[in-house]
């Protein structure tokens, strides 16, 4: 857009802050055992900060064993004389109804997730808030229809289930985890990223008003030792995790031997192939919802792109051009696009990974953009002349960078595609379906969207091939995960 | 798709591979812009600029001289009562009624257009098209808004619309020609894509959605992929076209959206009347009403403005 | 030759089969030059039984990664043939089947039951080959305009330790659920009976079942778990027998690799040892999304 008009003039979008005036927030959140917040046992408490500001939000209790066996006691106790035992049509009533107050109180959760993770509140507006509360209704409707799912079986609920969850979809991760957990007839022990717990602490408040019965869902806040707490419990029938493969890996070896049953919803490196015959404009929409949605800290982030080569000075251009469009900065503000980076911590992961891409030899851009003096900012970045054997084309950055590089012939793209110990999720874009059915086919990734990209849904199977996980959450297909099928 | 620019000649592309369109990618792409949220100054400056952008249009065969005087009565006094309000940009007229609006809008930065070349259906032979444009030109239109050959266009006879947009183009000199591609009877937005590049090659000052005539007129969708080839033109040939949605957009807000779009997909450059424009009757009162409210703090009632 | 003995023409001299064992499609023996002896009810030694080492798991990895491809890409039809005929071709042999499992303790009704179940349990599961997707895969009503749809693929390359007990049916019945899935395999048979397994292979290379799809091994569990587990190209892998600490180290060695890990216990001669869920167990399920266009739709303008 090099040619200017002398008439030109510059228009920018006013500040639009989404108001924090209604929002409920204690000083002080205790852990949500059999149906009351109780206090830590050992009286640690710590703090959550909001990264767009460094501000305090507030202070919430560590988690210890001790916490952990009252939680365990308190669901062991709930699944035995209540939840086992209530009639299933039961079961899914107050699956319901927790959905259904979820999307009451859908505002204030958007806004307390924007405030505690940095993620724009465009995003928990209109995706994380909306999905959590779907995952509930979906699920209720399971409750009472599960021999259905499997047939000549019997399905079965595991009993007590401990699910720990990441930072990125604080909310969705534990709508997620929680309703299928709920709709198999278990009782949950949740425990929420040390770094976004309030919305899992506001579902604790919801939860109690929703009168589900005491002890179904208790959540334990704290960090790694907390979860570690959990996994090791013996009482504790089945883990779910979603996080790093390399957490994942050490609670796979941690219940070896045991009884328990295991779900993991591990890393990615994922593949997002552009062929000459797509549909360029929507395709290089689909990158940057791929790798600057939720700033990059999406487990299926397209964050490896692959490009045809004769298009891809095209297609650079034109993410350059769209990279200038993207509004980063206050979470908060309505026009946002990309919000703060989660913690310092994942900051300095994040910039040590853009100073590798560098000195390997690849070629950085990034936006123009202006970042806030204060709190935890990246800008949505892109590496050129990127190869396969580059660390950044390698190890998943959990940011907003991309790594592009180029293809010349449909083999050499699926094999370069598919040379990642990670199978999450790929990306296809092509106008001629007999390609797409080719590629969907040959990419080992349990999720692959063909002219589209991250896009998630209750009824939708997601999880991992290879390092990226074990066993499917959502669907049909996620409800083996919770169920004993005799 | 190919442009070649060589020694200032554009080679002209084979229409048949003009680029893809995913309809679902595109809607989720007008989401965003429609997700913008468009407060105090950025407001007031936009519906200013909303205003500024507005070919005030009377299309009927109703139309009689003493209309078209009272419509540009209107265009070159939006609102008395609100100091430092601009003018629209234009009227829109039929040619019969071109030197009408002349005469009215003398001492006037508001240009005439004139809809041209058989509107709106365009079923006509070209001469008789070539004939009703220059009669619209020689009137003292200061823009013509032609319409494509639909037919032609569905047959695949893309040379057809090439050369007959052309032979418009060929006669019109100073006055600026927009072509309307009538894109409700386009029928899918790849077609749109492709009507948008025959239009642009053949040498369109504009591209405008729609007749009015035809439902749907202008989407957001529509006139997004309208957006893209014109940037991509830009991007190949130095060359700006401007871009003109008509029909179906009578309020404040949806007129803020496409605005953000133009600044988001074009840039600032092209926020300006002389490359957008605005085809419609009843926005510029949805746009006062609000102005209004803003200066005032109180909602409005169509009472208080002037139907013309 | 001593000049008292006097040469009696009473019997034949049979002929002993060497056993090997099976990598990619073809017999060698270990690359070791390792036996062993496992010997009979009476006393007796089976014969020189492969005592294969790492560096034949590793050979048959290779040869069952490359025969993967291709094996995955067969339609489901034809993989049901080359199952049928598999149990063709085992029916066909049945005799020596049975002769073998004797000589390895098995009562005469007791063996022919064991190969007629296997012969059975191959059928069943060739029947299965074009009809468990269909079972298994859904299209998810995703509340977008998209269409969503899960399948299975195969997980790719699968180890197995099969049965110590029920050389055959055992065998059978963790090899035909793997590769009625598309997968391939590597298989540790039973160390104590290893005589059917090695036969069987015969079978196996008589058919039609590609080189490479099905490899077996012969050894001793506790030296090959290990490399069995920790090999970074295996993908999944069943454990069949009963030692829980054997077990609970190749939970530890795979999770190195995110290996699924199944356990697979039953009484292999039950019908109740059948059944699509174990093909099930050895498919990755994955989702594919496509947009709908809408134009043309019920009341959208576009």
Redesign the interface.
């Known amino acids: 857009?090099?040619?200017?008009?002398k008439?030109?003039?510059?228009?920018?979008?006013?500040?639009?802050p989404e108001s924090t005036d209604h929002i409920q927030l204690k000083k002080r959140y205790e852990h949500f055992i059999n149906g009351k917040f109780v206090k830590p046992v050992k009286g640690k408490y710590f703090a959550t900060i909001n990264p767009a500001t460094e501000v305090k939000l507030a202070e919430v209790a560590e988690g210890t064993i001790e916490d952990v066996n009252k939680a365990v006691n308190a669901a062991r106790s709930a699944y035995e004389n209540v939840w086992s035992v209530m009639p299933a049509l039961e079961r899914a009533k107050y699956i319901y109804r927790i959905a259904r107050m979820i999307q009451e109180r859908a505002k204030e959760f958007a806004i307390i997730e924007s405030l505690d993770g940095g993620k724009p509140i465009?995003e928990s507006r209109?995706i994380d808030i909306p999905l959590a509360a779907?995952h509930f209704f979906y699920h209720a409707g399971w409750a009472d229809k599960l021999e259905y799912a499997f047939?000549?079986?019997n399905p079965q609920p595991l009993g007590v289930v401990g699910q720990i969850i990441p930072w990125n979809f604080p909310l969705l991760m534990a709508s997620w985890k929680i309703a299928p957990a709920l709709a198999t007839g278990n009782t949950v022990i949740l425990k929420p990223a040390e770094t976004t717990p309030l919305t899992a602490l506001k579902l604790a408040e919801l939860i109690q008003d929703s009168g589900l019965p005491d002890g179904v869902v208790n959540i334990i806040t704290g960090a790694g030792e907390t979860g570690a707490a959990i996994v090791n419990h013996p009482e504790i029938n089945k883990i779910a995790f979603t996080g790093s493969?390399q957490v994942?890996?050490i609670i796979?070896?941690t219940?070896?031997?045991t009884q328990k049953k295991v779900t993991?919803e591990?890393g990615g490196k994922a593949a997002n192939i552009i062929f000459e015959?797509?549909?360029?404009?929507?395709?290089v929409?689909?990158i940057v919802n791929g790798i600057y949605f939720n700033q990059g800290h999406v487990c299926c982030a397209g964050s490896r792109l692959f490009v045809q080569e004769s298009i891809f000075e095209t297609v650079v251009?034109k993410l350059k051009?769209r990279l200038e469009?993207l509004i980063v900065g206050d979470p908060l503000?309505?026009?946002t696009?990309v919000g703060a980076i989660n913690s310092k911590e994942q900051l300095k992961t994040i910039n040590d990974y853009i100073e590798i891409g560098k000195q390997e030899g690849a070629l950085m851009y990034q936006s123009s953009c202006t970042l806030p003096s204060k709190g935890n900012w990246c800008k949505p970045t892109l590496f050129l002349n990127v190869s396969q054997s580059h660390t950044i084309a390698q190890e998943e950055i959990f940011g907003p960078v991309l790594a592009i590089q180029t293809f010349r012939t449909i083999e050499e793209v699926i094999s370069k595609a598919n040379n990642t110990?990670y199978g999450l999720s790929a990306g296809v874009w092509t106008?001629k379906g007999s390609k797409?059915f080719n590629l969907?086919?040959q990419l080992q990734?349990?999720?692959?969207?063909?002219?589209?990209y991250n896009?998630f849904?209750p009824?939708?199977?997601?999880?991992g091939?290879?390092?990226?996980?074990?066993g499917?959450e959502g669907?049909?297909?996620g409800l083996a995960a919770y169920l004993n099928?005799k | 798709m190919t442009t070649i620019i060589n020694n200032n000649e554009i080679i002209i592309p084979d229409f048949r591979n003009t680029p893809l369109i995913d309809q679902v990618g595109t809607e989720e792409r007008v989401s965003r812009f429609t997700k913008r949220s468009i407060k105090n100054e950025a407001k007031e400056a936009g519906l200013s600029m909303v205003l500024s952008m507005i070919d005030l249009t009377t299309l009927e065969g109703a139309d009689t001289q003493g209309k078209v005087k009272q419509m540009c009565y209107k265009a070159r006094h939006l609102h008395d009562s609100v100091p430092g309000l601009p003018t629209v940009a234009a009227v829109c007229v039929y040619p019969s009624l071109v030197s009408v609006a002349k005469k009215e809008l003398i001492g006037t930065d508001i240009k005439v257009a004139s809809v041209a070349t058989a509107f709106p259906a365009g079923q006509t032979p070209l001469k008789v098209k070539i004939a009703d444009t220059q009669f619209a030109i020689d009137q003292g239109a200061d823009e013509v808004d032609m319409v494509i050959s639909r037919g032609r266009f569905h047959s695949g006879d893309y040379n057809y619309v090439f050369d007959e947009i052309a032979s418009i183009k060929n006669i019109c000199n100073d006055v600026r020609l927009k072509v309307i591609l009538e894109t409700g009877e386009l029928g899918a937005l790849d077609k749109v894509r492709r009507a948008s590049d025959i239009a642009m090659h053949a040498g369109a000052d504009f591209i405008k959605t729609s007749t009015g005539k035809i439902k749907p007129a202008a989407t957001l969708p529509v006139t997004l992929i309208m957006l893209e080839a014109i940037r991509d033109y830009h991007e190949k040939t130095g060359i700006m076209v401007g871009m003109k949605p008509a029909g179906g957009i009578s309020n404040s807000k949806l007129a803020l959206h496409y605005l953000i779009m133009v600044k988001e997909v074009l840039g600032d450059a092209w926020l300006t009347n002389r490359w957008f424009r605005f085809g419609a009757s009843s926005l510029a009162n949805d746009v006062l009403k609000q102005i209004v409210k803003l200066r005032t703090g109180r909602y409005q009632s169509n009472d208080y403005f002037s139907i013309d | 030759m001593s000049k008292g003995v006097k040469y009696k023409n009473e019997k034949r001299l049979e002929i002993l089969k060497t056993y090997k064992i099976y990598i990619g499609g073809k017999f060698p023996r270990t690359e070791s030059g390792r036996y062993y002896n496992p010997l009979d009810s009476k006393g007796n030694i089976l014969g020189n039984i492969c005592l294969s080492s790492r560096k034949d798991f590793r050979n048959a990895v290779v040869a069952a990664r490359s025969a993967s491809v291709g094996w995955s890409a067969r339609t489901a039809f034809n993989r049901s043939q080359i199952l049928y005929r598999l149990g063709e071709i085992l029916e066909g042999r049945r005799a020596q089947f049975i002769e073998e499992l004797k000589i390895q303790g098995s009562t005469s009704a007791k063996a022919e039951k064991e190969v007629n179940n296997s012969i059975d349990r191959l059928i069943y599961y060739a029947g299965w080959c074009d009809k468990y997707q269909q079972i298994f895969s859904s299209v998810n009503p995703v509340s977008s305009s998209y269409y969503n749809f899960s399948v299975c693929e195969p997980m790719g390359v699968v180890a197995i330790i099969a049965p110590e007990e029920n050389s055959l049916i055992g065998l059978v019945s963790v090899i035909a659920p793997v590769v009625a899935g598309g997968n391939t395999c590597v298989v540790l048979a039973s160390e104590s009976k290893p005589l059917c397994s090695v036969t069987f292979a015969e079978v196996i290379n008589s058919s039609d079942v590609p080189g490479g799809v099905i490899n077996i091994l012969t050894g001793n569990a506790k030296e090959l778990a290990g490399h069995f587990s920790s090999h970074m190209d295996v993908n999944a892998i069943i454990y069949s027998r009963t030692d829980k600490e054997e077990l609970k180290n190749i939970q530890i060695n795979a999770s190195e690799n995110m290996k699924r890990v199944f356990y697979w216990k039953s009484d292999w001669f039950s019908v109740k040892a059948q059944n699509p869920y174990k093909i099930r167990d050895l498919q990755e399920i994955k989702t594919t999304w496509h947009p709908i266009e809408q134009i043309g739709g019920a009341g959208s303008g576009y």
Do not use: C
Not at chain 1, 1 to 5: Q, V
Not at chain 1, 445 to 451: E, F, L, P, T
């Open positions: 857009m090099k040619t200017k008009d008439s030109e003039s510059s228009w920018n979008l006013s500040p639009a465009r209109d779907n047939p000549n079986k493969t994942g890996k796979n070896k219940v070896a031997g993991l591990l015959d797509a549909a360029i404009d929507q395709a929409e689909g251009k051009h469009s503000d309505k026009n696009d110990p106008d797409i969907t086919h990734a349990g999720v692959i969207w063909a002219n589209t896009k849904d009824a939708s199977p997601f999880g091939y290879k390092e990226s996980g074990l499917r669907g049909l297909h099928l």
